[in-house]
């Protein structure tokens, strides 16, 4: 099942990133693991990053990009947000909150960016609203309050 999750991930990041004229270089991630988080338009070259990206956020056992500082286009591309989501039952109850909270402001973050369309705010938004309530949901199962 997880095999499976993982194969309909890169699908699902596809489908989710809208054409949009701002191209896959970003202000500080441009090339390695991490050059398609600020990838965001949807040519093929921006698939393949985001693809490549989530395989290596997904397959991080240390998992230190969950503390790492995500620009505007890393939600608008939706590649951290479905690593956090597709990671929820692996991660302590510390890196739930952490997401948590990233997903709770990514709303904010995406609009104030402004070289971004506004329908790629709105479906970071959502993306964002979704992974928060699943995060949540997890946090509930697993941690305890203090």
Not at 78 to 85: N, Q, S
Not at 117 to 127: D, E, F, K, N, Y
Not at 132 to 141: A, D, F, H, I, P
């Amino acid at each position: 099942m997880i095999r499976e999750r993982r194969r309909n991930l890169p699908v699902l990041l596809m489908l989710f990133v809208p054409i949009a004229p701002v191209g896959c270089t970003g202000p500080n991630v441009t090339t390695g693991a991490s050059s398609g988080l600020t990838c965001v338009d949807d040519s093929s070259d921006c698939v393949a990053k985001r693809q490549r990206t989530l395989r290596y956020l997904v397959d991080d056992n240390d998992r230190s990009w969950i503390r790492a500082h995500a620009p505007a286009e890393a939600y608008a591309s939706g590649v951290r947000l479905f690593a956090l989501k597709s990671k929820k039952k692996e991660l302590s109850c510390d890196e739930l909150a952490h997401g948590k909270n990233e997903a709770d402001r990514a709303p904010g973050v995406l609009r104030a960016a402004n070289n971004l369309t506004p329908a790629q705010v709105s479906r970071g938004i959502m993306l964002a609203s979704e992974v928060s309530r699943e995060l949540s949901t997890e946090m509930k199962r697993r941690c305890k309050r203090g």
